[in-house]
């Protein structure tokens, strides 16, 4: 059974930064492809980052250059370091997984950025 759990959303002020963590189970880590995906309380929604199974990246064009997408296959852990963080993040961010056709989603953690 695939599990993903996130953490690290908070409340941080416009320029901060955060790093999001999302650990994965039930999973051989790494022979999936994997990423970050936002809501935004206007209902608006996308990837913001993903990579691969051979560690290829993709970056959002509203956030290129503030993002850094990353694996640790010892702690089964993907992480989005986020920088310059602006108003307009905030958003519900959610870690996915692709396998076998099906996307699996964790749970999601906040990120509001205060002006």
């Known amino acids: 059974q695939v599990q993903l759990v996130e953490s690290g959303g908070g409340l941080v002020q416009a320029g901060g930064s955060l790093r999001l963590s999302c650990v994965a189970s039930g999973i051989t880590f790494g022979a999936n492809d994997m990423g970050w995906y936002r809501q935004t309380p206007r209902n608006e929604r996308e990837v913001v980052a993903a990579?691969?199974?051979?560690?290829?990246?993709i970056y959002a064009d509203s956030m290129k250059g503030r993002l850094t997408i990353s694996r640790d296959f010892a702690r089964k852990t993907m992480y989005l370091q986020m920088n310059s963080l602006k108003p307009e993040d905030t958003a519900v961010y959610y870690c996915y997984l692709d396998r076998s056709g099906v996307r699996h989603w964790g749970q999601g953690t906040q990120v509001t950025v205060s002006s």
């Open positions: 990579i691969s199974i051979g560690g290829n990246t």
